[in-house]
């Protein structure tokens, strides 16, 4: 079909005939080769299959109660169906440094395997019954980088909800890859918007597949207020179908904390006897609070009680006396507790998510090594003494936070990841968490790539809230 330059010039769109004219091309084939080509295609009768499955027997799930045991004792198994959730090129934010086979890494049985607890199964994340149980509801992840980690993978697995509605839609008009721009434009939601436009209907029939594939990219759930990780500031999504928000506050200590003596690298003052404001004053309203700390005391720190410095961990000053890292995590663990239980109207469920194990050995973020490429076995695996301290302080702080709780009608709960990820020196970036230039410097024993192992605390999470629901 031939269009006239004289029909073009007496438009009064002229201008947006021109840009239209310039980007339909693009526009149509980007999304048909996300649909039918690339290796992610949309268009497959697989994921339509899964699809249905979730949608007819998600309510079913949701009621069932899951099966009574301690889901946090097992072992890895291998599991040659992985990445079964997502990918790296999943449309969902995952840090670079965490990115690992965007960044180069060689291996892929690390994505290989599940968790199985001993004495039951743990079910797949099923996303759609993840967002049905915190449907109305708002979940705050407060802490450090490692929260922030288990927070990029949960809004990955939350991604696939956001694809298959989306894959509906476009599944509903079209039939075939040779008729698919035919069936797209006899749509009638799309033709709606573009008769508004002072377009033609040759163009309108030529955009609207594309403006209705596009539609693809603004369905997934997006950053309402993507704040910079500092300290206070909180970033949040929100899922609008579920009316559900998703908060994440970053707090590395969970006291008060200000910038120490320059002259000692990373040094912090933490005042151990005050919570930082800047996460409590944000936390009133939401229904779950998930609290991920702990590798920040490891840090140089000069701690203070009461208007005084009592002591220090790695300060270099001889005048100061030397407190261990897990005195300043037993006193910040215990101030964060005490000023949940004091926040007036907060009637949520906190969860602790348990010290997640690094694998440095007796070295650093620089001779580190976390080489290997499979699970350690139980009989195999050696517990780091810093990890099991770490551990320890925080569960015995957790009882007692627990038992006084239960006095206001507080629920506390539990993430036990400290078992599962002691067996997974495999799964951190290592020195894939950088780009090549950098790559030697830095070695991350600390954090989890993406997809990889921590996808199991969000499979873990999801149990938590099926029982708290039964509960309920």
């Not at 500031?233 to 590395?252: A, E, I, K, R």
């Not at 000692?264 to 936390?283: A, H, R």
Request: charged share 20%.
């Amino acid at each position: 079909m031939k269009v006239h330059v004289s029909e073009i010039r007496n438009a009064k769109g002229f201008r947006k005939v021109v840009l239209l004219l310039i980007i339909s091309p693009l526009l149509i084939a980007i999304p048909l080769y996300i649909l039918y080509i690339s290796p992610f295609s949309l268009y497959s009768p697989e994921l339509s299959s899964v699809h249905h499955s979730m949608t007819a027997n998600v309510s079913k799930r949701v009621s069932v109660k899951p099966k009574s045991c301690d889901i946090f004792k097992g072992k890895w198994v291998p599991y040659a169906k992985g990445p079964y959730y997502y990918t790296n090129s999943t449309r969902c934010v995952v840090d670079d440094r965490q990115n690992c086979m965007r960044l180069g890494r060689p291996d892929t049985r690390f994505m290989k395997w599940r968790w199985k607890p001993d004495q039951c199964e743990l079910s797949h994340f099923d996303a759609k019954e993840f967002l049905e149980l915190v449907r109305g509801k708002s979940m705050a992840f407060v802490g450090d980088s490692v929260g922030r980690n288990q927070v990029e993978s949960l809004m990955c697995l939350l991604a696939n909800v956001e694809y298959f509605r989306t894959r509906i839609v476009l599944l509903h008009i079209q039939k075939r890859v040779r008729n698919a721009v035919r069936q797209c434009y006899m749509h009638p939601n799309v033709l709606g918007v573009l008769s508004k436009m002072n377009v033609t209907l040759f163009y309108r029939q030529q955009l609207a597949c594309s403006l209705l594939m596009i539609q693809f990219f603004s369905q997934v759930a997006h950053p309402v207020d993507d704040a910079p990780s500092l300290e206070g500031l909180m970033s949040h999504w929100f899922y609008s179908d579920y009316n559900f928000t998703l908060g994440l506050v970053w707090s590395p200590n969970l006291v008060k904390s200000s910038i120490g003596n320059r002259n000692v690298v990373g040094l912090f003052n933490l005042y151990l006897d005050k919570v930082d404001e800047g996460w409590t004053s944000k936390i009133e309203d939401f229904d779950y609070l998930i609290i991920s700390v702990g590798h920040w005391f490891s840090r140089p720190l000069i701690y203070h009680e009461k208007g005084k410095v009592i002591g220090c961990h790695m300060c270099q000053d001889a005048n100061i006396a030397t407190l261990s890292r897990y005195y300043g995590y037993r006193k910040a663990l215990r101030t964060t507790f005490k000023a949940i239980s004091g926040i007036p109207n907060f009637k949520g469920v906190t969860i602790l998510r348990a010290f997640s194990p690094t694998h440095f050995g007796s070295e650093d973020w620089v001779r580190g090594n976390c080489s290997r490429t499979t699970p350690f076995g139980k009989e195999e695996m050696v517990i780091d003494a810093n990890n099991l301290e770490y551990y320890l302080t925080q569960v015995d702080e957790f009882r007692a936070a627990e038992r006084e709780g239960r006095k206001r009608g507080l629920r506390f709960m539990l993430l036990d990841v400290f078992e599962a990820m002691g067996m997974r020196p495999d799964g951190h970036p290592y020195h894939y968490g950088h780009p090549q230039n950098k790559r030697e410097a830095i070695a991350d024993c600390l954090h989890w790539c993406l997809p990889g192992p921590i996808d199991s605390w969000n499979e873990f999470l999801l149990h938590m809230l099926k029982v708290e629901a039964q509960r309920d």
